[in-house]
């Protein structure tokens, strides 16, 4: 197991360090659910992009039990062009500035103040581990949180 913050300083990096054309964001779709509670959530994952922007889209495995549902959700909300391909197993983004760039599970401990990043996606595949620990390290949601991952 890496912790992602600890992985930053052996390089003289913190943990906000990532190329400077980078930028990125996480959107989890389950907020209203964790409001007041400190009970660990599971939730899954992809990592979607916009050119050199990376968007971690997660939300709770009770809600989202498809790594599809998440593209799902994602493209709604955005207003971008996206089809069914074997519903409800994966989405494709028709849009060609997005693509999706794989998928896991993410556990997060809120009382702890840590999450851990697993697995992959059988549909979108493994994600990209750079593009995640740029996420998890920038990203308001992420403040304050130790970030490991387990493969």
Known sequence: MLDILESYKDRGLNENSLPS???T???FLSEGTASGSTAPLACKFVLIANFDHYIMVFGLLSEYPYHAHLVSAFCASRGIASH???Q???KQIDDPQYRTL????LDIDLSR???RISGASKAYGFYDADAV???AGAAPFFNGFSVSFEN
């Open 88 to 90: 409800p197993d994966y």
């Open 133 to 135: 620990r740029w996420v």
């Open 113 to 115: 103040r840590s999450a």
């Open 84 to 86: 069914w391909i074997g």
């Open 25 to 27: 964001e996480a959107i």
């Open 102 to 105: 794989g998928g896991g599970y």
């Open 21 to 23: 054309n980078i930028t």
